[in-house]
């Protein structure tokens, strides 16, 4: 039986999880969600997840690897998706970009780190940050 998200669910979501619910088990709240092709689940309010299949605890470092440019940024929080980029305020969105408060793209110079999960090629486009931001 699928339960109503309260708060500190929500606050216990990493961004780059997808299709999530809470269920009860055995008078326990459990959180379900997708990352990448796996089932991962979680007891609030434990931060950590594990694998379903595997029962391995997901790694930070494997949560951080799925945002794209993630070495890039500073003060970055994965359960907000908020961090800085050139001392500018950005968002991580749910298609998986980096915007900037006024909702404009992120360009940054580089290809994403090594390590990472992307397949993008660095970007044509050359962008000064503070043209971009409001």
């Given amino acids: 039986m699928k339960l109503q998200a309260s708060e500190e669910d929500t606050e216990n979501l990493p961004i780059v999880f997808h299709k999530w619910f809470v269920t009860n088990?055995?008078?326990?709240?459990?959180i379900f969600a997708r990352l990448l092709d796996n089932c991962v689940w979680n007891v609030p309010p434990n931060k950590s997840w594990t694998d379903y299949q595997t029962n391995k605890e997901i790694t930070l470092e494997t949560l951080t690897n799925l945002v794209l440019y993630f070495h890039q940024v500073t003060d970055?929080?994965?359960y907000i998706g908020k961090a800085k980029f050139n001392n500018k305020?950005?968002?991580?969105?749910?298609?998986?970009?980096?915007k900037y408060r006024n909702n404009r793209t992120v360009h940054f110079n580089e290809?994403?780190?090594?390590g990472t999960n992307s397949k993008?090629?660095?970007s044509s486009s050359e962008s000064n940050p503070d043209e971009e931001t409001c």
């Fill in 120 to 122: 993008l090629s660095k």
């Fill in 76 to 78: 970055f929080d994965l």
């Fill in 89 to 98: 305020d950005v968002i991580w969105t749910p298609i998986h970009q980096w």
């Fill in 25 to 30: 088990n055995q008078g326990e709240r459990v």
């Fill in 111 to 114: 290809t994403p780190t090594e």
